[in-house]
């Protein structure tokens, strides 16, 4: 965890679980997962940065650069690393990131980035994912909690369990349709 100057944002470190269609509306999903207990963010982005992402946790790579292999390396190229990656905040349903990159002289700069970029980015440089805590407090989801909760969190629950059990892992080349889930990172 780690928290600003202030004290008053805490970071919760994540991994990128997984990247998956949802069966119904063919729509990609990125799940991430809290490193250290059982809460999930499923974000919706688009084909593309699905298959990116996807490609990258399986081990692949394309046969020429991607945007974001473009991207890392120019980063490198100019003598910079990305320190980390940030899911910051949600606004109307959408997800909204920051790129934390080191500069060759040592300075930190934030680069603004639609959430599935800076994901895509994060697991080429094995820079670690953090989210503000008030977006998985308003956004996560923990499926086996413990203890009976609200009616309004068994239903969230509900929801999402229904929600996984329509999921299906992504294959590259795969379509993307319309439908309505989860905020997403697409505006």
């Not at 934030?110 to 980015?121: G, K, L, N, P």
Request: charged share 25%; net charge negative; glycine share 8%.
């Amino acid at each position: 965890m780690a928290e600003d100057a202030f004290g008053r944002v805490r970071l919760i470190e994540m991994v990128v679980e997984s990247v998956r269609v949802h069966m119904l509306s063919s729509q990609h999903v990125v799940i991430l997962k809290e490193s250290e207990r059982d809460r999930y963010l499923p974000i919706w982005i688009g084909p593309s940065e699905a298959n990116a992402i996807a490609m990258r946790l399986q081990g692949l790579s394309a046969e020429r650069p991607l945007t974001h292999d473009l991207l890392v390396s120019t980063i490198g190229a100019l003598g910079s690393s990305v320190s980390r990656v940030v899911v910051t905040h949600v606004t109307d349903g959408t997800y909204h990131a920051m790129i934390y990159v080191e500069t060759a002289s040592g300075d930190e700069t934030e680069i603004d980035s639609r959430t599935s970029d800076a994901i895509a980015v994060a697991v080429r440089t094995g820079s670690p994912v953090y989210v503000d805590e008030r977006v998985l407090d308003e956004a996560g989801v923990e499926p086996d909690s413990s203890e009976e909760g609200s009616p309004e969190e068994e239903e969230r629950l509900a929801v999402f369990r229904e929600f996984v059990n329509s999921l299906d892992v992504d294959l590259p080349g795969s379509g993307a349709g319309g439908g309505k889930g989860p905020p997403s990172e697409e505006s």
